[in-house]
């Protein structure tokens, strides 16, 4: 019989790593929620309200008849059915794009994209505040990495202009996912152009609420279908579903489809999600004023919470310090409304904030109410 050696304490630091992030106010818990609940959701990405509408559970539910719970495979072997193909080309077509690739998450289309349009002999220059996403898949992309400040185009301009690399990508979110601000897009594609760039664009907090029936914010600008830009989606905010899209030209999609990593190696997404998201399609798609409710709704919020006027559908405000953003978000919700909390490393240290989520299904008397608690809990001096 084989006698193991005796316990070393190997992970005796995570302890010691808990204890730092409880002195922080960074420890973080999991708190599931029940099915049904009677207060008032600011916290969630369901900008539309599509989650529960009953004709998108209904292309989940009928999905799954269809073609079962799971994919059974990557894209390229079993996991590409008609109904990934029917998403992509609707989605394609809706935002204004040549063609769509559809992967199991907006993560791994911002993975699969940059990694994949970038590589070893490239630069990638990365806006400071990009999603989590876009900051993992620039430090695997193998390039050479520059992250300018928030919104400077000079900057970017500046990076291209002295580079001696033959390719390179710009990468932003077109909508900052903690502050609801708006990328310069117009500019930023001026900018690629003049240099020989290509301009990448988070689009999962514009679609659905920027651009005419919420085609996004490089519809919005006129950028769709450029053959230098490329758009990622997620099919699990505005859509109400799960999974995400990139989308560009054939040849950026057939470039993909050979040799982004988290689209060849991952499993393709489940038809239910695939199901849910093109039908919520066609409601975005058949109700356009539905963008316009959301943006609506934030103004309303924004005024309440003595904000400036929104240009998304997420409204902020900063704290400070991670302990008064808790305590302040577990005080709404004791009063009825649900609101999310972002701390470091989500946001800058000492930026500490609520972030509000406008809907498109609030009522009057729920907006009401919601001025009424950030009232009472004192949560004004947004920015």
Same mark, same amino acid.
């Given at each position: 019989?084989?006698?193991?050696?005796?316990?070393?304490?190997?992970?005796?630091?995570?302890?010691?790593?808990?204890?730092?992030?409880?002195?922080?106010?960074?420890?973080?818990?999991?708190?599931?929620?029940?099915?049904?609940e009677s207060v008032i959701d600011l916290a969630s990405n369901d900008y539309l309200g599509l989650?529960?509408?009953?004709?998108?559970?209904?292309?989940?539910?009928?999905?799954?008849?269809?073609?079962?719970?799971?994919?059974?495979?990557?894209?390229?072997?079993?996991?590409?059915?008609?109904?990934?193909?029917?998403?992509?080309?609707?989605?394609?077509?809706?935002?204004?794009?040549?063609?769509?690739?559809?992967?199991?998450?907006?993560?791994?289309?911002?993975?699969?994209?940059?990694?994949?349009?970038?590589?070893?002999?490239?630069?990638?220059?990365?806006?400071?505040?990009?999603?989590?996403?876009?900051?993992?898949?620039?430090?695997?992309?193998?390039?050479?990495?520059?992250?300018?400040?928030?919104?400077?185009?000079?900057?970017?301009?500046?990076?291209?202009?002295?580079?001696?690399?033959?390719?390179?990508?710009?990468?932003?979110?077109?909508?900052?996912?903690?502050? @609801?601000? #708006? !990328?310069? &897009?117009?500019? +930023?594609? $001026?900018?690629?152009?003049?240099? =020989?760039? /290509? *301009?990448? %664009?988070?689009?999962?907090?514009?679609?659905?609420?920027?651009?005419?029936?919420?085609?996004?914010?490089?519809?919005?600008?006129?950028?769709?279908?450029?053959?230098?830009?490329?758009?990622?989606?997620?099919?699990?905010?505005?859509?109400g579903s799960q999974g995400g899209a990139v989308l560009g030209s054939r040849a950026v999609i057939?470039?993909?489809?050979?040799?982004?990593?988290?689209?060849?190696?991952?499993?393709?997404?489940?038809?239910?999600?695939?199901? @849910?998201? #093109? !039908?919520? &399609?066609?409601? +975005?798609? $058949?109700?356009?004023?539905?963008? =316009?409710? /959301? *943006?609506? %709704?934030?103004?309303?919020?924004?005024?309440?919470?003595?904000?400036?006027?929104?240009?998304?559908?997420?409204?902020?405000?900063?704290?400070?310090?991670?302990?008064?953003?808790?305590?302040?978000?577990?005080?709404?919700?004791?009063?009825?409304?649900?609101?999310?909390?972002?701390?470091?490393?989500?946001?800058?240290?000492?930026?500490?904030?609520?972030?509000?989520?406008?809907?498109?299904?609030?009522?009057?008397?729920?907006?009401?109410?919601?001025?009424?608690? #950030? !009232?009472?809990?004192?949560?004004?001096? $947004?920015?």
């Amino acid at each position: 019989m084989t006698v193991l050696p005796q316990a070393t304490g190997a992970l005796d630091w995570l302890d010691d790593a808990a204890a730092v992030r409880r002195t922080a106010g960074l420890r973080r818990v999991l708190r599931p929620r029940p099915a049904r609940e009677s207060v008032i959701d600011l916290a969630s990405n369901d900008y539309l309200g599509l989650a529960r509408d009953p004709r998108v559970v209904h292309g989940a539910v009928h999905a799954a008849h269809t073609w079962g719970t799971g994919s059974t495979g990557s894209r390229l072997v079993t996991g590409s059915t008609e109904l990934h193909a029917e998403l992509e080309e609707e989605l394609a077509a809706f935002c204004g794009m040549a063609a769509a690739l559809v992967f199991s998450s907006g993560y791994t289309a911002n993975l699969g994209a940059v990694t994949a349009l970038s590589g070893r002999g490239a630069l990638v220059v990365s806006d400071a505040a990009s999603h989590a996403s876009l900051v993992d898949a620039c430090r695997l992309s193998r390039a050479r990495v520059v992250v300018t400040p928030h919104t400077d185009v000079g900057a970017v301009d500046a990076v291209l202009a002295a580079r001696s690399e033959r390719r390179a990508l710009v990468v932003t979110d077109s909508v900052v996912s903690v502050s @609801g601000e #708006l !990328a310069p &897009l117009a500019e +930023l594609h $001026a900018v690629c152009r003049r240099h =020989g760039a /290509v *301009l990448l %664009a988070d689009e999962a907090h514009g679609l659905g609420v920027r651009g005419t029936g919420g085609r996004g914010l490089l519809a919005e600008h006129g950028l769709a279908g450029e053959p230098d830009v490329v758009a990622t989606v997620s099919l699990s905010k505005s859509l109400g579903s799960q999974g995400g899209a990139v989308l560009g030209s054939r040849a950026v999609i057939d470039h993909l489809v050979n040799t982004a990593r988290s689209f060849v190696f991952d499993t393709a997404l489940a038809p239910p999600a695939a199901g @849910g998201a #093109l !039908a919520a &399609l066609r409601v +975005l798609r $058949a109700e356009p004023t539905l963008p =316009g409710r /959301v *943006l609506d %709704a934030a103004a309303a919020i924004a005024t309440a919470a003595g904000a400036p006027a929104p240009c998304s559908a997420v409204v902020s405000i900063i704290l400070g310090t991670p302990q008064r953003a808790v305590e302040t978000a577990a005080e709404c919700l004791r009063h009825g409304v649900r609101v999310g909390c972002l701390r470091p490393p989500s946001v800058p240290t000492g930026t500490s904030r609520l972030r509000l989520s406008a809907h498109a299904a609030l009522t009057d008397p729920d907006l009401a109410q919601v001025a009424q608690v #950030l !009232a009472t809990v004192g949560a004004g001096a $947004a920015t």
